[in-house]
């Protein structure tokens, strides 16, 4: 597994609340267990004492992208290293489950964790992979959407640094929102121009008839 996968888990847990629109989807240990995707092993470790956790691991997570999305790189960056210094890891190679024609192993780096709880396993792997991320493509390619309410967080990873939504879904609401705004701002303004034609045209006073 590449680690660059790992930074996948800070941004499913980041996106389980929606602060603009007062939603919240970590509510159960089932929810904490879903974040864990395939990891099973990992996920059957989580108690209903995570669910408080998780969450208090998600305001740090999201922290670090508000100050990314900021511009303020040296801000993200300590958050996400007090993160790595609470919830270590330790990278292994392995080649557990992969295997070449030749029945070889794949040999790929892998992040071990040894928790005590489902949460300490969790936020190590998600700020792991975070920082892998960072330093690999850049603090400003961590990002909020920027279609409001929405406020999701994304890991951008086009080649021109252009990514501004978090789906196609919530670009195509914002071009769509952007293009009714321009329709209104230039029917404003012919309807604004109409006006003061109307007003500029000269009076005839009654008795030049």
Request: glycine residues 6%.
């Amino acid at each position: 597994m590449e680690l660059a996968y790992y930074s996948d888990y800070a941004v499913r847990l980041v996106n389980t609340e929606e602060p603009a629109r007062g939603t919240d989807t970590l509510t159960s240990v089932e929810a904490v267990r879903d974040l864990f995707g395939a990891n099973q092993s990992a996920a059957r470790r989580a108690t209903e004492a995570d669910v408080t956790r998780f969450r208090s691991v998600r305001a740090r997570l999201r922290a670090v992208f508000e100050a990314a999305n900021a511009g303020d790189e040296t801000l993200g960056v300590d958050l996400l290293n007090s993160l790595l210094l609470e919830f270590p890891v330790s990278p292994q190679i392995s080649g557990h489950d992969f295997r070449d024609d030749d029945g070889r192993p794949l040999w790929h780096m892998h992040l071990a964790d040894h928790p005590s709880n489902a949460t300490a396993g969790y936020a190590a792997i998600a700020a792991m992979g975070l920082a892998f991320h960072l330093t690999e493509h850049g603090v400003d390619r961590l990002g909020l959407c920027e279609a409001p309410p929405c406020r999701n967080a994304y890991l951008d990873t086009s080649t021109n640094r252009s990514r501004r939504y978090c789906s196609d879904r919530c670009a195509t609401r914002a071009n769509v929102a952007a293009y009714r705004a321009r329709k209104r701002l230039e029917a404003e303004r012919t309807e604004n121009t109409g006006r003061a034609a109307d007003s500029a045209q000269p009076t005839t006073a009654s008795g030049d008839r």
